[in-house]
């Protein structure tokens, strides 16, 4: 699998940008698709998680109400929406795949994702 992310800019607070990440290659049910984001000097965490084939989602508790996600299977595309941007979403964004832990994509859980998209950068000016 390969994950190629686009749509990172820079946008004043209060902003909106919508991510996208396009798969290339098989992507199972037992698969999770997932955003992670990594600020400077900051360890690498997850932002939103959603089943591959669809179902339910789940947000950090930092972005929720204020994020979305959505996916459009024939492109093979998860899109995160952000909407209220503050500084502080301000990090290099990262799409990921894999990360079915317990059965649930619920848990984020950094370890459990086996494939990784290079980056786009989210900025984010008060």
């Known amino acids: 699998v390969q994950l190629a992310e686009s749509g990172g800019d820079s946008v004043q607070s209060g902003g909106s940008l919508k991510l996208s990440c396009t798969a290339s290659?098989?992507?199972?049910?037992?698969?999770?698709m997932a955003w992670f984001r990594q600020a400077p000097g900051k360890s690498r965490e997850g932002v939103a998680a959603?089943?591959?084939?669809?179902?339910?989602?789940y947000y950090a508790d930092s972005v929720k109400g204020r994020f979305t996600l959505s996916q459009d299977y024939a492109k093979n595309t998860l899109y995160l929406q952000m909407s209220s941007l503050k500084p502080e979403d301000t990090a290099m964004y990262y799409c990921?795949?894999?990360?079915?832990?317990?059965?649930?994509?619920?848990?984020?859980?950094?370890?459990?994702?086996?494939?990784w998209g290079q980056g786009t950068q989210v900025t984010v000016s008060s």
């Open positions: 959603a089943y591959a084939t669809g179902g339910s989602t």
């Open positions: 990921a795949a894999g990360g079915l832990y317990s059965g649930s994509c619920a848990y984020l859980l950094l370890r459990a994702y086996n494939y």
């Open positions: 290659g098989p992507l199972y049910s037992r698969y999770c």
